[in-house]
Structure formats: structure tokens, C-alpha cells
């Protein structure tokens, strides 16, 4: 039987999520293009309750975690998976075109320090 995982979101993903739905509403005016793209992410995210591993990872540890990217559409998740309790941790969502190896490296460092 395969292992199914569970899907968490930390804050900065939430606030990734909501940011990318501000900009569509207020830049298309369109609130059904916005609600979709919502839908569209996290259909993309329960993909990873089967096999998480099934992504190539950055090279970017986060707690002791391998950093792992699904490529979606124009966008990039991260996430870590700790295969002990089974679940999936999105950490970051971000547009494909940013500089994420210097965000991810930056948001981890400001993870340090705020805990």
C-alpha cells in the first residue's frame, strides 16, 4: 500500500498564495481568473500526497530537510517532506521568473533568527 502524506502550508506560503491572487484581481479585475488560480495551485499541491520525492530537490536544506521544487506552470513550489510523520510542508510559492535560490536562502535566514 502506498504511503499517502499530508499537506501543510506554512505562513509564507499562504501569504505567496494570497499576494499572486491580489495581483491577478487587481491587475485583471477579473475575480473568477483569481479563484482558479487558487484551485489551480493547491490541485497542483495535492500532487504531492503520492510520491513528494518525485521532484528534484534545490541543494537547500531547511531544518535538516531537503528543499524539494514542483515545477507548476509559471510557478515554482518548494517544499520539504518528513517521510517519519508523512507530511508535506510547502514552504514557498513563488513566480518562476524570481531569483528563488536568493529568496529561499534569505527566508530561511530570517527563519533562524525569528525563532
Known amino acids: 500500500m502506498q504511503k499517502k502524506y499530508?499537506?501543510?502550508?506554512?505562513?509564507?506560503?499562504?501569504?505567496?498564495?494570497?499576494?499572486?491572487?491580489?495581483?491577478?484581481?487587481?491587475?485583471?479585475?477579473?475575480?473568477?481568473?483569481?479563484?482558479?488560480?487558487?484551485?489551480?495551485?493547491?490541485?497542483?499541491?495535492?500532487?504531492l500526497k503520492a510520491f513528494p520525492k518525485g521532484h528534484n530537490a534545490t541543494g537547500i536544506r531547511y531544518r535538516g530537510y531537503d528543499i524539494y521544487l514542483k515545477p507548476y506552470r509559471t510557478y515554482l513550489l518548494f517544499y520539504i517532506v518528513d517521510d517519519d510523520l508523512s507530511v508535506v510542508t510547502v514552504l514557498r510559492v513563488l513566480q518562476d521568473g524570481m531569483n528563488w535560490q536568493y529568496i529561499l536562502k534569505r527566508w530561511i535566514s530570517e527563519q533562524t533568527l525569528n525563532e
Open 6 to 47: 499530508k499537506i501543510k502550508f506554512t505562513y509564507s506560503s499562504r501569504d505567496d498564495i494570497r499576494g499572486m491572487k491580489k495581483y491577478i484581481l487587481e491587475n485583471f479585475k477579473y475575480r473568477e481568473l483569481g479563484e482558479n488560480f487558487t484551485k489551480k495551485i493547491k490541485t497542483a499541491v495535492e500532487g
